[in-house]
């Protein structure tokens, strides 16, 4: 290694000098380094919010996204409204023949509808169905832990009141013999549905959501918070579908009011 002195100085003038420029080199080193962290932290939030540009993409909205929904064991697909304005949208709008109604025989809850697809509805299916619309309903809410629940065919469903009555929004009248599932427990599950290259969230009874799901977990009354409750849940699903691969609000969206416990995987 060479290093020019300048004769016309002293020794320690010379070091003093080279002092300060290793000071200025150091400087310049560490002003570099740290351009070199931020450029590669804003190459890594880009690449960040292309996947999730990505994910978005490939995730196609379905009508029933609108809904709690999940398949059932056979794989039919089960819809229940999120509101009085759900309620009445997915009846008028879904509710076709061949399909089932369903509620529970309690005051606010989800207008249930399985969709027949054409096809003789499985006593397993209509299990499922029933306790899916008895957890979205006040039962949960107010701590049962059963409820009943009645299954009705499509052409029973009726915006026509009675002489002098009125029904509102999400109200309709259940005309005939109606097919009960007494004592219907309130049994719910959140798993992670594999479709095609992407994730999604779906929640429902146990039985079929264990059987589609390659990952699940039972959901039962606790000391949790909603929004806590999912956040753990997306920790945990996270750790088989990847970063961003799903959302919290799609967890916080499939999970059934305050008060949560998470169970460990079945």
Request: glycine residues 8%; contains cysteine.
């Amino acid at each position: 290694m060479e290093v020019e002195i300048d004769l016309r100085k002293s020794v320690e003038e010379n070091a003093s000098e080279y002092f300060e420029k290793s000071k200025k080199a150091k400087r310049k080193l560490e002003g570099l380094l740290n351009a070199i962290k931020e450029t590669e932290q804003r190459a890594e939030k880009m690449q960040e919010r292309q996947e999730k540009k990505k994910l978005s993409r490939k995730k196609q909205f379905q009508w029933f996204h609108a809904f709690h929904w999940f398949r059932s064991s056979s794989g039919l697909l089960v819809v229940g409204g999120k509101s009085a304005k759900s309620n009445e949208s997915l009846v008028k709008k879904h509710l076709e023949k061949g399909d089932l109604f369903l509620h529970a025989d309690i005051q606010g809850g989800s207008a249930t509808v399985i969709k027949s697809a054409g096809k003789e509805i499985p006593r397993q299916d209509l299990r499922e169905a029933a306790e899916f619309s008895a957890v979205h309903s006040k039962a949960w809410q107010q701590g049962l832990v059963a409820v009943d629940v009645y299954a009705v065919n499509e052409g029973q469903v009726s915006k026509k009141a009675k002489s002098g009555e009125a029904l509102g929004t999400g109200s309709f009248m259940i005309y005939g013999k109606r097919q009960w599932f007494r004592k219907t427990p309130l049994v719910f599950a959140v798993g992670l549905l594999k479709e095609g290259q992407s994730f999604c969230i779906i929640a429902g009874p146990p039985t079929a959501v264990k059987k589609h799901c390659t990952l699940s977990f039972e959901i039962v009354r606790g000391k949790q918070k909603r929004s806590d409750a999912a956040k753990k849940l997306l920790r945990l699903f996270e750790a088989k579908s990847g970063k961003n691969a799903i959302s919290l609000e799609e967890v916080i969206a499939a999970l059934p009011g305050e008060s949560l416990g998470i169970k460990e995987r079945f």
